[in-house]
């Protein structure tokens, strides 16, 4: 199956700094790819999808300032979340699904972001 | 709003015996459902796929779709404490849409 590679893989950092998680299609190129959060017993939340070379779609609730999306190439997303908070703390899943195809979504290994 | 829904457990089960995970989901317009395992901290893993109704079976795995009334299930034989992990039912709508997961289900295998 196709290989989606997240990093890093856990980060913790100081309450008010920013954090960037970068999400790679390593064997495909994916021009939409999907941002979810978990946190603890939890399922998987869309924060929004990242289109390559436009603007991401956030979902209801997320804020579009705080975690920067940018998808630069067909190959990489990346994620900001800025100005963290401890609320901030979470499993950070990105993915990405073959284009064109009804196929499953290929996800990378997430980002366990503590923020003290 | 599109929902899918999971009843979260645990659901405990002696080795070697059937396990069944239920799933439903509100959007009639989903045309692909699939089962995902994820062991904690770790990233959810693919078990199955299916797009049409009826039954498809893969080693021990069988998933079950009835779009009728909009309802998936996930059926484990022979399982085993290697099989304890929270199962995920994820839809989409179409090709390139994102999932949309169930809160999970935690199965736990007694050896």
């Known amino acids: 199956g196709a290989v989606v590679s997240q990093h890093p893989s856990w980060v913790i950092c100081k309450s008010g700094t920013s954090v960037k998680i970068e999400c790679r299609s390593l064997?495909?190129?994916?021009?939409?790819m999907f941002w979810y959060r978990q946190f603890p017993k939890q399922s998987l939340m869309l924060m929004a999808t990242?289109?390559?070379?436009?603007?991401?779609?956030?979902e209801q609730g997320v804020e579009k300032d705080k975690f920067l999306i940018n998808h630069a190439s067909l190959t990489l997303s990346t994620l900001t979340v800025t100005s963290a908070h401890p609320e901030d703390s979470s499993f950070y899943i990105c993915?990405?699904?073959?284009?064109?195809?009804?196929?499953?979504?290929?996800f990378g290994q997430g980002t366990r972001l503590t923020v003290v | 709003q599109k929902e899918v829904e999971q009843n979260s457990g645990p659901l405990s089960v002696p080795e070697g015996a059937i396990a069944s995970l239920n799933c439903t989901y509100s959007?009639?317009?989903?045309?692909?459902f699939f089962w995902y395992r994820q062991y904690s901290g770790k990233s959810p893993e693919l078990i199955m796929f299916?797009?049409?109704?009826g039954d498809k079976e893969d080693g021990r795995f069988t998933a079950q779709l009835n779009k009728a009334s909009q309802y998936v299930s996930l059926l484990i034989r022979d399982s085993q404490p290697s099989d304890s992990a929270t199962y995920l039912c994820?839809?989409?709508?179409?090709?390139?849409?994102?999932?949309?997961f169930g809160k999970g289900t935690r199965l736990s295998v007694i050896a």
């Open positions: 993915s990405a699904r073959l284009t064109g195809r009804d196929t499953e979504a290929f």
């Open positions: 064997d495909f190129q994916a021009t939409t």
């Open positions: 990242s289109n390559e070379g436009s603007k991401a779609t956030y």
């Open positions: 959007d009639r317009g989903s045309q692909s």
């Open positions: 299916i797009y049409s109704n």
């Open positions: 994820a839809v989409a709508t179409s090709g390139n849409t994102p999932l949309v």
